[in-house]
Structures are given as C-alpha cells and as structure tokens.
C-alpha cells in the first residue's frame, strides 16, 4: 500500500488520499460529484445521523419526510431564496415522453416543499410551535471541483424547519440549535466556531444566519453547519398563519437548522494525520478491533480467545471487528491505522493464557489490559482516548487563530484571522479583500481564545464601538 502525502505538505492531496485509503466513499460513479457510500463509509454515516437525531430530537425535534420534487410554482414564492439558489438546481422537466405541465425542481434543501404542507398543519398558536427535521438526500448542481464529503452534487442532508409564534420565540429555537450542535461537536470531538454571518453572506432569504465554522488545512476554513432565522420572509408567501390567543391572526416566525455528510469530512480533516483517518468512538465504523497474533512459529494465532473478547466487548454495546483473516499483524495495524479505528486489541498466546490483550489507541499510546474488569477497562480507554482527541484538537483549533491589527497583516496569513470590526459593510469588504477570503462574522459563543478587549475597526479605526469578528479563506 502506497504511503500518504503528507498532511502538513499539502492539505486537500492529503484529505483525497486518506479518505480512499479508508474506503469511506466510491467516487468513480459516472456523475461527477454524486458518489457512492461504501460499506464503511455507510457505517459511519449511519452513527453520524444517531448523533444528529439523538441531539436534535433532544430538543423537540420530530423526524418527517418531505418528497424530492418541488413543483416550479411552490419553488418560485421567495423571491430571494429563488435569486440565491437559481443555478444550483436540477430540474425534472418530463414524465416519459410528455413535457411536464408544471416543472419540478430536484430539492436543493425543502423550504418551497415543506411550506405549503406547514400551512394546512398551523392554524392554532396550540399548534406550535412546529419543529421537525428530515434526513435526506439534496442534490445541488455545484459549478466548483467537487470533493467527498465537502463538496459534493447528490448531499446527505438534515434540516429542521420550524414554525414559532414570534421572533424571540424563533431566535431562542435558533439558540437552541446553536446549542444541539454543541451536544453533538462534543461527540465528534470537534471544537467550532459559531459565528453570526454578516448581512451579504446571509443564507439568501434569512433574517440573519448563524454558522459553524472550523479551521482547516493551511489557513482555510470550513463550514459546517447553519441554523437561520427567518422572521416572516417565507410565512408570508406560503400563508404559514395561526390564530392566536386573542383571536388575532398571526404569521409564524420560522427557523432552519442544517448539517450535511460534511460533518464526515471535517472530522477527517481535523483528526487525521499522516498515518489516515482518525475516527472519534461515536463515529467510528468499528470502535474497537481485535487481532490474534501468532506466537513465533509453533504457536496459531488465538483466534478462539480472540473471538471471546470481540463477543463480550459486543455484548457491552461496542462495535467490534475480529480481525482473523492471512494478513500478516503488521499489514492488518496498517490499514485498521488508515480506517481510524480508536482502539487495537492485539491477542497472542500468552495473552490468551491470561485473558489480557495488548490495546494501542489511534493516537499511538500503548497499554494492557488485563482479565479483571476486562470490558470496564476497554470502555475507559475509549473513553480516554476520545477525551484526548478532544484536548489535541482544542490545541490545534486554539492555535490557529491569531489577531491580525491591521489591513496589511492580513494578507499573507498563515492563520485564521481575529479581527477588530465596527460592523459597518464596507470595512468587511475591506477586511475581504485584504485576505482574499471572507469576514465569517462575529462570534455568537465565547471562543476558546484568550483575547484582549478590542480596540478600534481594523478597516476605518474610527471611533465607533467594536467587535472581534473572524475572518479566513473559506475552503
Ligand atoms: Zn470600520
């Protein structure tokens, strides 16, 4: 097996290798950008969505299904939203042989789908508020090079609508998404930052718009999810109304929430290293795999001992994956190494005979485990081992941000740049300009960074009050 470029030589050359060398996707199916989940890549897609839907219906969430085609006329009520996704969209335009009286449009995300449907559900404020996701396949026709997981054409998708009764009402679903990602960054060992995006980079027909962003590769950024607030910008033209208490008629406030297969990539990007995929437990395809080891050459492998420990560990809740096959151990450590698996068990002989087990973790630390509180023990190393990634990935995320004070600092950054800003649009296309990228917005968490009170905008250095904001090279 070929050796990985390295990750510090090149970001992207190293994602692309690692991501094949783990067989989490097939990309040679003959639509560019619409690829195919193998086995493992499933696996873990499989327990990224019970993270997701255990965080999400943690906070009132009801799981629905909305179909995949959009008539053209639900499709063109917003008119900003339309404007925003215009060129993204694919298009069903015949049934057979018979051009469709009204077109349909493959769902690039569902507002124009589930709205019409949510104003026949709200009539009463007793019927709010609505919250319910979905977790299905987008399809977005994207112009840049695609890549697995980050940028692709067919996206595995989740998305929250919700309807509520007013605009705080509906700013406190958004802080409560804010905070459902929370729950679940914890399990992907990923720390964030989550800013509110400035007025031009709002998702197009949102009051305003919250993301997810991490640093990744040589100074770039990633976002990785969204949540938006949406005042009555789509009640209106989809007719979303209550009666209220007092018997008035009211329009909801509506938000969305949205996280897609991106999540996979950025937990290879940031917990990867030269060797492969690093995954967190809670993602990981197989947590735990056991290998038996020969003992020089008159004594089999233990497979017998080894197939124990893989079946108690199972009975605890672990996924586990016996390794037994003719591969030689070194050759079986190397590609579970580039599967990310957390956690090698490795069985010889002598182990056997003590019901012990060698366990090397993915970040390299070497330890044994022995047959008193056998499965307790392995649960903690995972454990361990998870709190661990977390406290190396907060390091790397901490370390690279940097403040940049003026205009001319930021043009040659090496790092995510914290930024003075007073706000005004014009000092952000300044401060976008000057690092070729985007000003991400102004944090709506505290950051993990130490900083300093702010002094005057970056931009205008005016006298205005100011705020740190963020910005970088979104990938
Ligand atoms: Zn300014």
């Not at 907060?394 to 706000?423: M, N, P, Q, Y």
């Amino acid at each position: 097996m070929a050796e990985l470029p390295p990750k510090a030589k090149g970001f992207i050359d190293w994602y692309l290798a690692a991501v094949d060398a783990a067989n989490l996707t097939d990309k040679r199916y003959p639509v560019k950008g619409m690829n195919v989940w193998t086995p493992y890549g499933f696996l873990a897609r499989r327990n990224l969505d019970a993270v997701m839907i255990r965080a999400i219906e943690g906070t009132g969430s009801q799981p629905v299904e909305f179909p995949a085609l959009i008539p053209n006329t639900e499709f063109q009520k917003e008119k900003e939203h339309i404007k925003g996704f215009d060129a993204q969209v694919y298009w069903v335009t015949r049934g057979g042989a018979t051009p469709l009286d009204v077109e349909l449009v493959l769902r690039p995300t569902s507002e124009t789908a589930m709205y019409p449907v949510f104003a026949l559900w709200v009539r009463s404020h007793r019927d709010l508020p609505l919250n319910v996701y979905q977790i299905v396949n987008i399809f977005r026709y994207e112009t840049k090079t695609t890549r697995p997981f980050i940028r692709v054409r067919e996206i595995h998708f989740l998305e929250e609508h919700s309807c509520q009764v007013d605009e705080a009402a509906a700013a406190e679903r958004v802080r409560s998404n804010v905070a459902a990602f929370g729950v679940m960054a914890h399990d992907f060992a990923l720390p964030f930052a989550a800013v509110r995006r400035p007025e031009w980079d709002k998702f197009p027909g949102a009051h305003y718009s919250v993301a997810f962003d991490i640093p990744v590769g040589e100074a770039r950024t990633l976002q990785i999810g969204t949540a938006h607030h949406y005042r009555e910008n789509f009640s209106g033209p989809y007719g979303i109304k209550y009666e209220a208490s007092d018997g008035s008629t009211k329009l909801v406030h509506q938000t969305t929430f949205g996280l897609s297969e991106r999540l996979i990539g950025a937990i290879v990007a940031v917990h990867g290293d030269d060797k492969g995929v690093v995954f967190p437990s809670a993602i990981a395809p197989y947590q735990v795999v056991v290998i038996p080891i020969a003992g020089g050459k008159s004594a089999a492998p233990p497979i017998d001992a080894a197939r124990t420990i893989a079946e108690r560990l199972t009975a605890r809740g672990l996924r586990v994956h016996l390794d037994d096959g003719p591969d030689r151990p070194g050759a079986k450590y190397y590609h579970w190494e580039g599967a990310g698996v957390p956690l090698r068990l490795e069985v010889g002989p002598r182990e056997a005979a003590k019901g012990e087990a060698t366990c090397v973790n993915r970040l390299g630390e070497r330890s044994t485990v022995g047959a008193d509180q056998f499965e307790a023990t392995v649960l903690a190393r995972l454990a361990a081992y998870d709190d661990e990634l977390r406290a190396r990935a907060t390091e790397r995320f901490r370390a690279a941000f940097e403040i940049a004070s003026s205009l001319d600092e930021l043009k040659s950054s090496t790092h995510v740049r914290v930024v003075a800003w007073c706000g005004d649009e014009a000092c952000g296309h300044r401060v976008e300009e000057a690092i070729d990228g985007a000003l991400l917005g102004v944090p709506e968490l505290p950051l993990p960074l130490r900083l300093p009170p702010p002094g005057r905008c970056i931009a205008c250095a005016s006298e205005k009050p100011v705020q740190w904001a963020l910005a970088g090279r979104p990938l």
